[in-house]
């Protein structure tokens, strides 16, 4: 019987003027949850204005990945840095109101809107 492929997640960084942004593409659960952990942390290192996370590509996100999200949105926290999620799918959306992790942070469904909070914060 062949082996199933071993969950992927790509992690893209990219800067916008108001923020930068880290977007997830992929599984996120406990073999990948390091990858999105790994590019949050270089993005938090730059001390950017602010920070989005974008799992619009989430396929899956587990209680590894929420564990992620829950440590980004404590050091956005700690150092006052205006911090917005972005989620659209079912599988990542549902997994943050069962945890009530959508209570916590700024959700958004598109990284535009994402932007035009931060902006609304900064003015």
Do not use: N
């Not at 082996?3 to 003027?17: F, G, S």
């Not at 993005?43 to 396929?59: F, T």
């Amino acid at each position: 019987m062949p082996e199933e492929p071993a969950p992927t997640l790509t992690v893209r960084i990219r800067t916008l003027p108001e923020a930068v942004v880290v977007a997830a593409d992929g599984d996120l659960d406990l073999g990948t949850a390091s990858v999105l952990r790994a590019g949050a942390r270089a993005a938090l290192a730059g001390a950017p204005p602010a920070l989005i996370v974008d799992l619009g590509g989430v396929s899956f996100c587990g209680s590894a990945g929420l564990q992620v999200i829950a440590e980004v949105v404590s050091t956005a926290e700690a150092g006052r840095l205006p911090f917005a999620v972005v989620a659209d799918g079912r599988p990542v959306l549902r997994a943050l109101q069962v945890t009530r992790l959508d209570e916590t942070l700024a959700l958004h469904r598109t990284v535009d809107d994402a932007r035009a909070w931060i902006r609304e914060r900064a003015a």
